[in-house]
């Protein structure tokens, strides 16, 4: 993963818990780097690491840390970096999650050797979608939830989300169910 993303993990703890914690993180995760360049790539397992350390050292589970990180994502680090890009690929969030694809083929001209995840959309109705999440990484279906969450609030959209399907023996992706409340035709 790229360091753009162990960066957005050192945000997320340090906004939240301190510089003191986020120190006790990295030196539990056995992490030597001390900086991570945001351009440079680095091992998938060092990501891991960092989470498997935020859990021991917060008491938290994994998947709880993956979540809030999700929702930090986009939030905070995707409007930073990538602000723009978040725009044009939707004013809403059905729109949006429809256009996921392109806004990773564009990312992928930051990162030239990013593995992003796929996604698809598939079961649309005025109030749902189903979002099947496939990646070649282990265990990411709780930052997906995040990221759900995350997108609900930055486009103002209260969402409700499933999971529909999990990764696994006969599986290659997760899926989740999104509800969400349609906008209301304004009153002329």
């Known amino acids: 993963m790229y ?20 120190e006790k993180i990295r030196i539990a995760s056995g ?3 001390e900086v991570f360049l945001s351009n440079e790539s680095y091992p998938d397992s060092l990501t891991y690491q960092l989470v498997g350390a935020a859990s021991q050292v917060l008491g938290l589970p994994p998947s709880e840390i993956l979540e809030a990180f ?3 994502w986009v939030l905070k680090t995707a409007r930073e970096s990538y ?13 949006f999650l429809r256009n996921l694809p392109n806004l990773h ?4 001209l930051l990162f030239p050797k990013l593995q992003p995840p796929r996604f698809t959309v598939t079961d649309v109705t005025p109030t749902s979608l ?3 999440h496939q990646t070649h990484r282990e265990g990411l279906a709780p930052f997906t939830v995040g990221l759900i969450k995350g997108l609900g609030r930055h486009f103002n959209t209260p969402v409700t989300l499933t999971q529909v399907g999990a990764r ?3 599986s290659d992706r997760d899926s989740f169910r999104i509800e969400w409340i349609a906008s209301q035709p304004a009153i002329a």
């Open 168 to 170: 696994g023996p006969g």
């Open 105 to 108: 083929s564009r990312v992928i």
């Open 70 to 72: 999700g929702e930090h």
């Open 31 to 33: 992490v030597e780097e």
């Open 130 to 132: 189903v979002l099947h």
């Open 3 to 22: 360091g753009l993303v162990n960066r957005s993990i050192e945000d997320l703890i340090v906004s939240r818990y301190g510089d003191a914690t986020w």
């Open 83 to 95: 602000g723009a890009m978040l725009d044009v690929c939707g004013r809403n969030l059905p729109d």
